[in-house]
């Protein structure tokens, strides 16, 4: 897919898509004025945007602590004064840019991991635990708390966007083809790919539940095993 900035309009909010290193993206959310960012792994893309419309960066979210996702943290720190704060930060709600926050606990990817839900804007960062059509490897983290993980998530509202932290949606959809799941709604998924890239991968919790096989799983049991499968896949 195109690796230029993505946007869309969510009533005054404007959240932008970036993508950075080989796969990552990082996400800017502003009001014309202020801005939060979810995860780090490159600086200078943000640095531009932020400087160019003078916007005041206030605080980076980190959903884990994995140098993909965090690896911007120290310059954005140094260039801007911004606070890049830490995954242990307790979850709670909090309120940005005018709009409810809720830092939700969803470990397995890490032992610590963090998704920022809006429930206002209908958004879900999710970073590593729940990336379209699959979900993180286990680095740290047990099968049983990515798989409570990821039933937490599986039930928000079901038009709902899931940004994930990375763009491996053809390869998800390549291995839930292979376990016979869902067929028909994982090969529209893959055909709109092609055309919509954008909408295929920030699909919604819906359209996750419809092709994610990883939130489909009825225990920590089969979900461990459906991960052992994707990690030799």
């Known amino acids: 897919m ?20 080989a796969d990552n993206f990082i996400y800017l959310l502003d009001d014309g004025e202020q ?18 419309e003078s916007l005041a960066l206030l605080q980076v979210l980190i959903t884990h602590d994995h140098a993909d996702h965090t690896g ?10 911004v606070l890049a704060r830490s995954p242990g930060v307790s979850a ?19 032992k610590v991991h963090k998704s920022f839900y809006f429930p206002e804007l209908g958004l879900v960062f999710t970073g590593d635990a729940l990336i379209n059509g699959a979900c993180g490897r286990l680095l740290g983290g047990t099968a049983e708390e990515l798989h409570g993980s990821l039933r937490w998530l599986a039930a928000l509202p079901d038009e709902t966007r899931v940004f994930g932290g990375h763009d491996y ?28 890239p954008m909408g295929a991968l920030f699909a919604t919790v819906a359209e996750e539940r419809e092709t994610n096989p990883f939130l489909n799983c009825a225990s920590a049991a089969e979900f ?6 994707k990690d030799c896949f």
């Not at 195109?2 to 290193?21: D, F, N």
């Not at 911007?72 to 004064?81: A, P, S, V, Y």
């Not at 291995?175 to 055309?195: K, L, M, W």
Request: aromatic letters at 4%; proline letters at 3%.
């Open 2 to 21: 195109s690796r230029a900035v993505a946007e869309q309009l969510i009533g005054r909010i404007r959240l932008r898509m970036i993508p950075v290193l």
């Open 35 to 52: 801005a939060v960012l979810i995860d780090a792994g490159e600086a200078a893309p943000v640095l531009e945007i932020v400087r160019a």
């Open 72 to 81: 911007g943290c120290r310059t954005l720190q140094d260039e801007l004064g």
């Open 92 to 110: 709670r709600d909090e309120e940005w840019l005018g709009s409810r926050c809720k830092v939700v606990s969803t470990p397995g990817h890490t």
């Open 169 to 196: 949606l053809l390869e998800n959809l390549r291995f839930a083809e292979a376990t016979e799941f869902s067929v028909a709604a994982v090969e529209r998924r893959r055909v709109q790919y092609g055309v919509d």
């Open 224 to 229: 461990a095993a459906l991960r052992a499968w």
